[in-house]
């Protein structure tokens, strides 16, 4: 069941910035980041209601105020995403924020948990030097 869902979160990850591109070029990238964070919100209220309220017993002052930044990360993320996706084919689209997070965890693997994997740096390299020639041509 988990590979089924892997694979089905693996064509969403491709459709949906394609899609999210679409919508940037009729209405452009602020409204159409909107538009996510909207319906995300509308999404996360419905399963609060399906799920419970006991589902977020966190009490939100505890936590620290630097952990809040994943919001604006992924306000950065949406935005950027919009706005690239309507200019780059499908595959850049994937790959290149694929060697991004690949490169991000090797240096949070290092610096946080002192090890560091070796074919991740390689398989970076092939996947650059593939982007790299596909360019060129």
């Known amino acids: 069941m988990y590979y089924i869902l892997a ?19 009729k ?13 995300g919100a509308v999404v996360a209220t419905a399963a609060l209601l399906i799920f419970g309220m006991e589902s ?8 620290p105020p630097y952990r809040y930044l994943g919001f ?7 935005l950027v995403f919009n706005h690239v996706s309507s200019r780059l084919s499908a595959i850049y689209i994937v790959l290149l924020p694929f060697m991004g997070q690949t490169i991000m965890s090797s240096i949070v693997d290092y610096y946080l948990f002192d090890s560091f994997n070796f074919k991740k740096l390689i398989g970076v390299i092939l996947v650059f030097t593939g982007v790299w020639l596909n360019e060129r041509k």
């Open 7 to 25: 694979i089905i979160m693996g064509v969403m990850i491709v459709l949906s910035p394609v899609l999210n591109g679409q919508l940037t070029l």
């Open 56 to 63: 977020i017993s966190i009490d939100y002052i505890q936590i």
């Open 72 to 78: 604006v990360f992924g306000l950065f993320v949406i």
């Open 27 to 39: 209405v452009g990238t602020y409204k159409t980041s909107l538009l996510n964070f909207g319906i």
